[in-house]
Every structure is written in structure tokens, then in C-alpha cells.
């Protein structure tokens, strides 16, 4: 866990052009690790700049920051973390019974490692949840690797219900989980500090 952590500001913002480089190599890392642990979640390498600057032309992807990662390694650092929320529901996944338009969806959630066990994901769960809320729908979704009980169970254990998994050989990910709007499981000081601007499409 990163020593300066909780120490200074982490600031919760939509992502900007500028911000893609950084984005696409905390991506990049996050997929080559969780493919050292045997998860095949994303591609090897992350994604390319086609699949990611849409998200950040569209308002829907955020990065968390830290104050001081520019004095630290210079314009185009990887964020702190990465999250796109939207209204996005993957056809392939997501059916008319489930009602899709009363959700958000999470997409690329990824912590840089140095911060892994600070809470991070849970507080951006939370103020995704919340975002939810406020929105006025129901349920927060997501979708992982069918293959990786450690995250599927890390899910249940922040409040998320399995839904069901949708097995296409095409596709690692079709674990699908669901939690109430509004739920809060973390317990990291950053929640209380996030604000960002409203919700695109609220």
C-alpha cells in the first residue's frame, strides 16, 4: 500500500484527453497482473486508445487522483484509479427482464497497485452506488471473469448478489452481479472527500 495514501487529497474527476496515456498504462498494468494471478479478465496489455477515449469523449470515465502524482513521476502518470459509470447495459449480458434502464454499470474499475488495500475500490463502489441513487434508479451492475471466484467473492462480500453467469467462449467476462442503489461497505476516509460533477445522462 502506497505510504502517502490517505495523507493528501484524492481528488474524484471525470477523465480528460490528456489523462489517456495514463489511463491506458494503469489498464495495461492492472491487466498484466491479474493475468500473473491466472485471471484472464482483459486482454494482455490492456486496451487500445479506441476502446477508452469514447468513454472519456462521452463523460463517463473517471479517474481518482492524487494531488502530488505529477511532482512525483510527471505529466502522463497513471492515476490512482480508473472507473467508467454509465448506462451502458452489455446486450450480451444484460436482457430485457432485467430491466437495464434502471441501472449504472461499472466498467474498468482498476486500483494501481502501490494502492491496493487502501479501500479504494470499495469507496469508489460506494460513491458509484450513491450516484445511483441519485440518479433515481435501482440497482449498481457490474460484470467480471467467469474464471475468478477471489473477485466474484469479493463482489458478494461488498454487497453484490450474483445474478446468474452468461458463458460465451467468446467472452472471459459474464459473472453478473447487482447490489441496491445507495449502499454503502467501505470503510476508507476517501468517500467522505469525493465530490465530483453530476452524473452525465442523470
Not at 47 to 54: D, T, V
Not at 72 to 98: I, K, N, S
Not at 153 to 182: E, W
Amino acid at each position: 500500500m502506497h505510504s502517502n495514501t490517505l495523507l493528501h487529497p484524492l481528488t474524484l474527476r471525470r477523465a480528460e484527453p490528456a489523462d489517456l496515456r495514463g489511463v491506458l498504462t494503469l489498464l495495461a498494468d492492472t491487466a498484466d497482473w491479474l493475468l500473473s494471478q491466472g485471471v484472464r479478465q482483459w486482454p494482455r496489455g490492456g486496451f487500445g486508445a479506441e476502446r477508452i477515449s469514447p468513454l472519456i469523449a462521452s463523460g463517463v470515465l473517471y479517474v481518482l487522483d492524487d494531488e502530488l502524482r505529477y511532482l512525483d513521476a510527471g505529466d502522463g502518470a497513471p492515476p490512482v484509479a480508473t472507473m467508467a459509470l454509465d448506462r451502458a447495459a452489455d446486450a450480451e449480458f444484460w436482457t430485457a427482464q432485467d430491466a437495464p434502464g434502471d441501472a449504472l454499470y461499472v466498467h474498468k474499475l482498476a486500483v494501481a497497485r502501490p494502492w491496493s488495500g487502501a479501500g479504494l475500490g470499495d469507496a469508489l463502489l460506494d460513491w458509484a452506488g450513491f450516484a445511483v441513487r441519485d440518479a433515481g434508479l435501482s440497482w449498481l451492475r457490474l460484470d467480471c471473469a467467469k474464471a475468478n471466484p477471489r473477485l466474484q467473492g469479493y463482489y458478494r462480500s461488498r454487497g453484490f448478489r450474483h445474478v446468474r453467469t452468461v458463458d460465451l467462449p467468446h467472452r472471459a467476462s459474464g459473472a453478473l452481479f447487482q447490489r441496491p442503489a445507495g449502499v454503502r461497505t467501505g470503510v476508507s476516509e476517501v468517500f467522505r472527500d469525493l465530490t465530483v460533477p453530476e452524473l452525465v445522462g442523470a
